[in-house]
């Protein structure tokens, strides 16, 4: 008899029941990102595990397997759907896929079933590149290394680059009108050239100054700098 009733009790275990044209309920991310990958476009809600679940309701914009995350756009959709998803402003999340414990796919992206998109066919839509800006960059990035290689002393101490340093910063008065020139200056070896007429050698102190007898006036500024 309790045999006949365990069997009785079996029997009724509920089973689930599948309805075609039911919303899709919430189910379990499987281990990889294939069912997030064809709902690209589509509307989802996505509800993340503890401690501090959360759902988020809105459309899937992107997912990226090499970062292991979501992009979902939460804002309503606009009225014009031809509008290009990238295009339009909205309020994305990032979302780790390892703490999503559910989704549920709301509604089908406009214009297609769903089995178009995936990881693997999403394309991101390229802008057009500025060819001459980047070309622009690069000669001033290659400008500048440049310059910062012309003035960095082979073999000198610290000491004798931070004077050098000091005069290129460095500005002076030039009469008879109100403007300031930077101070010349340049290596030769291990000798500072300032102003193409006063040679600094080291260990670069005042006395260590020369110049011509027509540039004493510049030489004296120089020494002052030194001193």
């Given at each position: 008899?309790?045999d ?6 079996a029997?009724k275990?509920?089973?689930?029941k599948m309805?075609g044209?039911?919303?899709?309920a ?10 997030l990958?064809?709902?690209?476009g ?10 501090a679940?959360k759902?988020?309701?809105?459309t899937l914009?992107t997912v ?7 992009a979902?756009?939460t804002r309503?959709a606009l009225?014009?759907p031809s509008?290009d ?15 999503i414990?559910?989704f549920?796919?709301?509604s089908l992206a406009s214009?297609g079933?769903?089995?178009?998109s995936s990881v693997e066919n999403?394309?991101?839509s390229v802008?057009?590149v500025?060819t001459?800006?980047?070309r622009r960059?690069?000669?001033e990035?290659?400008a500048?290394v440049?310059?910062?290689?012309k ?12 004077i ?13 009108r109100l403007?300031?020139?930077n101070m ?8 500072m050239?300032?102003?193409?007429a ?5 260990p670069?102190r005042?006395?260590?100054?020369k110049?011509?007898?027509d540039?004493?006036e510049?030489?004296s500024?120089v020494?002052k700098?030194l001193?």
């Amino acid at each position: 008899m309790a045999d006949s009733k365990r069997s009785s009790m079996a029997g009724k275990v509920a089973t689930p029941k599948m309805a075609g044209t039911s919303t899709p309920a919430a189910q379990p991310l499987p281990d990889n990102n294939e069912a997030l990958g064809k709902a690209i476009g589509a509307r989802i809600k996505v509800t993340t595990a503890a401690p501090a679940p959360k759902t988020y309701d809105g459309t899937l914009f992107t997912v990226s397997p090499i970062l292991n995350v979501i992009a979902i756009n939460t804002r309503a959709a606009l009225a014009n759907p031809s509008t290009d998803v990238a295009s339009q402003p909205g309020d994305y999340h990032i979302i780790p896929i390892s703490q999503i414990q559910s989704f549920q796919v709301v509604s089908l992206a406009s214009g297609g079933s769903g089995s178009e998109s995936s990881v693997e066919n999403a394309k991101p839509s390229v802008g057009l590149v500025d060819t001459k800006r980047l070309r622009r960059r690069l000669d001033e990035r290659v400008a500048a290394v440049q310059e910062q290689e012309k003035n960095q002393g082979k073999g000198v101490t610290k000491e004798a680059q931070a004077i050098f340093d000091s005069f290129r910063r460095m500005h002076v008065f030039s009469p008879p009108r109100l403007t300031y020139l930077n101070m010349p200056v340049r290596w030769h070896n291990q000798e500072m050239i300032v102003h193409e007429a006063i040679i600094i050698a080291p260990p670069y102190r005042s006395e260590d100054c020369k110049g011509a007898k027509d540039k004493q006036e510049v030489l004296s500024r120089v020494r002052k700098v030194l001193e």
